[in-house]
């Protein structure tokens, strides 16, 4: 299942493969690869506020231009950063 929009509340991918390459595109809820599957945000102005969950063997993938000012939740999965990232208020 995936809830989507440009000004994201609530989205997930299961299973399977969502390549988000919206103009921009806004996660200011929660964002997840979860069980297995593949989410890739690209393109030149995606913005994160919310929360980006990557579950056991899932993936998230961030390329293009894009800030993030919210949470990086992993759990046994993977997260490939790719263009130009800007991270907020970066804590170890």
């Known amino acids: 299942m995936w809830a989507w929009s440009t000004r994201a509340r609530s989205g997930r991918c299961e299973r399977g493969t969502i ?3 919206a ?3 806004i996660n200011a809820g ?3 690869g979860i069980n297995g599957g593949t989410l890739t945000v690209a ?9 980006w969950n990557v ?5 998230l ?9 919210g949470t990086l939740n992993v ?12 991270t907020v208020g970066l804590e170890r």
Do not use: K, R
């Not at 393109?43 to 929360?51: A, D, E, L, R």
């Not at 759990?75 to 990232?85: A, E, P, R």
């Open 19 to 21: 390549i988000v390459d």
């Open 23 to 25: 103009q921009p595109f």
């Open 30 to 32: 929660l964002a997840q």
């Open 43 to 51: 393109g030149g102005g995606w913005s994160g506020s919310g929360v």
């Open 55 to 59: 579950g056991t063997n899932s993936t």
């Open 61 to 69: 993938n961030f390329s293009g231009n894009g800030t993030n000012s």
């Open 75 to 86: 759990t046994n999965g993977t997260v490939n950063l790719g263009g130009n990232l800007t």
